[in-house]
């Protein structure tokens, strides 16, 4: 497993600065924000810029929402971005109805346009990673499954997160029944279940082992995804990195 860390952990920073510090502290790769970040500042000078670093661009952390009325207008301009940064992956959103109060005509067009951004992504060589999150269909367990199950395509897997109001025990079934279909990870916590203060990954209120413990051969990426306030920005991501690389198999070669 390798370790990267999302830009958006410090998106009030530039990108620039971002990558420098993800280096000095030892990350494989970066995320790149799908905002800001790729607003202020070309793909392939982001792309450089890690180079030089010697760091990988995993995913572009895009904010391409299936099943939105956006979705046609974005599909072509998001993907060029990705391979602008040399990206492998590109992350998607799935719709915008959570999973069991949604209906059948969101569902249908969600499951059409991942086909069509994962065939698309596909044929430039790209994966599409699906953030797991509330207010989409893949905000639980089943909801994730049968998504990424109807779309059924080697290069469309999960961005596996645990969610911050899903009880300990139910996020360490999760990351069983989804490790299979997942092929991303994002890292974050807070100190108490449904609660809004980040906190260092050593002290999130689920067991942060016990969930990553079904990834144990997973050969992607965990990425650190927001980080705590209470310690300077480096200190927080330099802490979150050794926790990580703490509890997972390191794969990244020399």
């Known amino acids: ?13 530039g990108v620039e600065e971002v990558i420098d510090l993800a280096a000095d502290v030892g990350y494989d790769g970066v995320e790149i924000w799908g905002k800001d970040h790729v607003a202020d500042t070309d793909p392939e000078r982001i792309a450089e810029r890690a180079a030089d670093a010697g760091l990988e661009i995993p995913t572009y952390g895009s904010y391409l929402r299936c099943g939105s009325e956006e979705f046609d207008d974005e599909l ?49 060589g790209l994966s599409v990673t699906v953030e797991k999150h509330a207010n989409t269909v893949t905000n639980d367990l089943e909801g994730a499954r049968r998504l990424i199950e109807a779309v059924d395509h080697e290069s469309c897997g999960l961005n596996y997160q645990p969610g911050f109001s899903i009880p300990a025990a139910e996020l360490e079934r999760e990351a069983r029944a989804l490790e299979s279909i997942s092929n991303q990870l994002h890292l974050q916590g807070t100190y108490e279940r449904s609660g809004s203060e980040r906190a260092p990954l050593a002290e999130v209120y689920y067991d ?3 969930v990553l413990d079904p990834f144990g051969d997973f050969e992607g990426y965990a990425n650190v ?11 927080a ?15 990244r070669s020399a």
């Open 225 to 235: 995804e927001f980080v705590t306030q209470d310690r300077s920005y480096r200190e």
């Open 76 to 124: 072509s301009e998001k993907l060029a971005i990705a391979e602008g940064l040399g990206a492998d992956m590109i992350r998607v959103w799935a719709g915008s109805q959570e999973y069991g109060d949604h209906d059948e005509g969101h569902w249908k067009q969600v499951v059409a346009d991942l086909e069509r951004v994962t065939e698309a992504a596909s044929d430039r």
């Open 1 to 13: 497993m390798n370790v990267g860390l999302c830009t958006i952990s410090g998106k009030e920073r």
């Open 237 to 251: 991501i330099a802490a979150d990195l050794e926790t990580v690389r703490s509890l997972v198999s390191y794969s």
């Open 208 to 210: 942060l082992e016990a």
